[in-house]
């Protein structure tokens, strides 16, 4: 198979260019607790990598707290040795050699001669290994010649030609050869289980490929929905001051109406009661002449003359009295606008949009009552009693709500 476990799969947006990969591996390849390239890295239980000095400066009382997440895990059982790093960190190693000829280190494009089994940079290739004795040499670059190079068995200095799946080791003939039968079983050729560990390592790869992928879904979705929240409430707040400036500008237009009112009403009862008032003291001197009239003929009159007249005096003083005069105020002082329930009026075509579906027969009544409330109220946060409960709602939307909800309407 293709040598990269990468090759075939959608990575669009997580590929990167030579000098980013570079970047990034360099990256990798620093400990998070000493930024320093690691030397014998540790994987922790939270999957974070530290280097085996850091381990021993992270260690306390049994525990070691990781320097990245500072997630506790125990010494024992919750450190193993990171062999991925550790490859990495020592492939890094070998690919900074130097050329075999004129010694020059970190130069792109290096090579590596299997038959003088040394490493050569592309002049010195170009210039030495390029004249005819050189030419049965094989020279290969330098990253195949480490891939392609045999491993030898440790016990038995024999080139390892098997792996053991069951002890997850490599083998020699030798080694093989030891093994129980059962264990034999179990083992296969280098190339057969490099085909066998490369197809499980490429769908764990790929699976957590998916995963990465699901990660950068959802951190869009969510910045997207992050975009649309401050979108939504600047739309929110926008609604909110127009619908505060048109409510106040229609509690403003019946403020001036209400006042408007009161101003004519009081101007009408003061005309009537001026009119009483002038009827009455254009009535006070006409009486007040007859009983001084009256008193002077009492007072003069002998007792002939006084029988004779008295019978048309007393009928013209009883005329008098019996006349209709409007002695009690023509109308009260008190003047009514009802102005909590005009105030609520004035405000339902503004509040009201969203219950066009229910009957302003069944709630308007009940409305009318929690926005007069709302309205004659100091207390702000909306704290009314309802049907014996104490219901906290902060807005007059809130309370038509809730009130529909009482009243079992759907709406």
Known sequence: PDNSIMSGLPLEGFLHSDQETQNQRNDILLCPGCNKEYDKPYLLRCCHSICASCVSLCQHERLITCPVCRRRCAAEDGVREDGLLAHLVEDRQKSEVECANCEKKNVPDMFFCETCSQPLCQSCRAAVHSTKMFTTHTVVPLHNSFRNRQHICDAHNEPCVMFSSNHNRLLCIKCFNELETADRCQCADIETAYHSSFDVLTQSFKALQQL???????????NKMVE??????ETEKKGIESLYESLLDALENEKVALLDAVERRRDNKEKAFSEQLESLRETVPHIEAHISTCQNFTETANKY???????????????????PYQLTPVDDSQIETNMKEEFARCLQPLLMDNFTGVSPLLVMPRVNFFVSQLLSTADYRGRYMVDTKILACPS?????????QLEGIML
């Open 228 to 233: 649309e929240l401050h979108s939504n409430a």
């Open 396 to 404: 007059i939307q809130s309370f038509i709500c809730l009130l529909c």
């Open 212 to 222: 990465l992928q699901s990660f950068g879904e959802s951190i869009s979705s969510i």
């Open 305 to 323: 003359e006084l029988l004779h007249l008295s019978h048309d005096i007393v009928g013209h003083l009883e005329w008098l009295r019996d006349q």
